[in-house]
């Protein structure tokens, strides 16, 4: 099938790789173009023109950072025209109201539209695994299943809209257990309490999360390189489930709290860097301190 794909980043690289892996024609566009390269060697088609990418796939998928990206992109004068009788498959982590609000104005130009959120990272993307959340028409979901299914398992969750509700709820669980581990992790370090104590206790006890020994490493050695999810991005999570949340009988004042500390690691200089950067703002190193 000829595919077009559209944000070839972190998680787009990956998964358009795949997509050729499974035998597809893929055609992919990226802002920055040196990031198809290793894409055009594996053999796909590059072009540095959004609105002839969306042409040449009857399936457009997008990974791309935010929704203000995706309006910028599809909908630039030169794309719209484009948008008529295609598929979009968008998979980046946006709002709800984002997510109806796009769908409402690429129906408007003829375009069908799925919103396919994802949860797994760079691994999971390169192996096939991402547990993929699809919000859209059932009938439309079950024609995108078998290219779904190349990159992950995927499950129609509902509407519109209800896929990337989902996916907030997970991101908002990533946020939490990350800076509560962070702060238990200093308190223990500070009170000069042996870090192997307190993880083979909390290894036994059903507080364990798997995430925690997966970030274990980075914050003691407070090296946030090579990133699988980036700060910045975990702080965009974050802001879109308060904004949501703000109109629902919910008290979000904990989260709040931890956009605080998400923006003090971004100002830190950690915005590029693995999300358990968010150790640096709740534990700060001797250097920093008053
Ligand atoms: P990324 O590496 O930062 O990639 C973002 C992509 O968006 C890049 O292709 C970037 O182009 C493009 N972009 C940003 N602003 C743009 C604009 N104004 N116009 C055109 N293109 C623009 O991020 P990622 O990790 O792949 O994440 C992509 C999405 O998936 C995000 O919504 C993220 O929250 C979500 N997500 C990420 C993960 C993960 O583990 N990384 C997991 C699940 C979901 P340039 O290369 O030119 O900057």
Redesign the pocket.
């Known amino acids: 099938m000829n595919i077009s794909f559209l944000?070839?980043?972190?998680?787009?690289q990956p998964l358009a790789t795949r997509l050729l892996q499974a035998g597809h024609s893929v055609t992919v566009w990226?802002?920055?173009i040196q990031?198809t390269r290793e894409l055009a060697a594996a053999g796909a088609e590059v072009t540095d023109n959004p609105a002839q990418a969306i042409a040449a796939g009857k399936v457009v998928f997008t990974?791309?950072?935010?929704a203000?990206?995706l309006r910028?992109?599809l909908l630039h004068e030169s794309a719209r025209g484009q948008l008529q009788g295609r598929s979009i498959i968008q998979?980046?982590?946006i709002g709800p109201q984002q997510s109806r609000e796009l769908a409402a104005d690429l129906h408007a130009l003829g375009a069908e539209y799925l919103e396919a959120?994802?949860l797994?990272?760079?691994p999971e993307a390169r192996n096939g695994t991402l547990l993929i959340m699809a919000g859209g028409p059932e009938a439309l979901y079950q024609r995108m299943d078998a290219l779904l299914q190349v990159l992950g398992t995927p499950r129609r969750v509902g509407e519109i809209g209800q896929a990337a509700a989902l996916k907030l709820a997970l991101n908002q669980l990533i946020a939490g257990l990350t800076s509560s581990f962070a702060l238990s992790l200093g308190f223990v370090r500070e009170q000069g309490v042996p870090v192997d104590n307190f993880m083979d206790i909390l290894r036994q006890s059903a507080l364990y999360a798997p995430t925690f020994d997966k970030k274990l490493q980075r914050m003691l050695d407070r090296d946030y390189s090579n990133p699988?999810?980036?700060t910045r991005?975990l702080l965009?999570?974050v802001r879109l489930f308060l904004e949501e949340s703000a109109t629902l009988p919910l008290d979000p004042a904990a989260l709040d709290g931890m956009r605080g500390i998400l923006e003090r690691s971004i100002s830190q200089g950690l915005a590029d860097g693995d999300y358990s950067a968010l150790y640096d703002a709740v534990h700060r190193e001797d250097k920093d301190r008053d």
Do not use: C, Q, W, Y
Not at 7 to 12: A, E, K, Q
């Open positions: 944000g070839t980043g972190l998680m787009g990226n802002r920055s990031k990974m791309l950072s935010d203000a990206a910028e992109v998979m980046a982590t959120p994802v797994g990272s760079i699988n999810f980036p991005h965009k999570d």
